[in-house]
């Protein structure tokens, strides 16, 4: 007997056992993707008619808080996630579980660098402390001209964190 698998499946745009996983710990879920200029955090809520997003937030938006610089970059992932999880933090989610989805799992990404600003921005997330970017990164050290993004990184933090 031949089965159809679900559309989403059979394209390889979900897992859906993982998915299940995610779900049945009823938390909310931390769902960031990237692509190569833009990161995208949403913290998302199950619902038996269908996923409700709680909060979304796009590296678009650091850039009214002053950055200047590359939206796809480390420090600027970790803004972002600063930045949505302190939009969160004020519709009272202080728990979540982090949703990567179908991509892969690098120690220091930016996805490790946007989790670890909704971490600082006071969202209790299980995690390994060794998959999170250093410091040096995380503040843009490590890139050439590196002093104009340590200093961009800093006051952009400041306005976000108030």
């Known amino acids: 007997m031949f089965i ?12 859906f056992k993982r998915r299940l996983g995610l779900v049945k710990s009823g938390k909310t879920r931390v769902v960031i993707r990237k692509s190569l200029s833009n990161i995208a955090i949403q913290f998302v809520n199950f619902d038996i008619i269908g996923d409700r997003t709680v909060v979304t937030v796009t590296s678009k938006e650091i850039k009214k ?8 970059n480390v420090p600027a992932a970790y803004l ?11 519709l009272n ?4 579980i982090l949703d990567i989805g ?8 930016r996805i490790y660098a946007a989790l670890k600003g909704v971490i600082d921005s ?12 250093k ?13 104009k993004i340590t200093e961009n990184f800093e006051e952009v933090k400041k306005k976000i964190l108030g």
């Open 4 to 15: 159809i698998q679900h559309r989403r499946r059979r394209l390889q745009k979900t897992d």
């Open 65 to 72: 808080h002053g950055w200047v610089h590359s939206l796809g």
């Open 80 to 90: 972002t996630g600063l930045l949505a999880g302190r939009k969160a933090k004020r």
């Open 93 to 96: 989610v202080n728990e979540a």
């Open 102 to 109: 179908l991509q892969n799992s690098t120690k220091g990404s």
């Open 122 to 133: 006071g969202i209790d997330i299980p995690h390994d402390e060794e998959m999170l970017p």
């Open 135 to 147: 410091e040096d990164r995380l503040t843009g050290k490590h890139i050439m001209g590196a002093n």
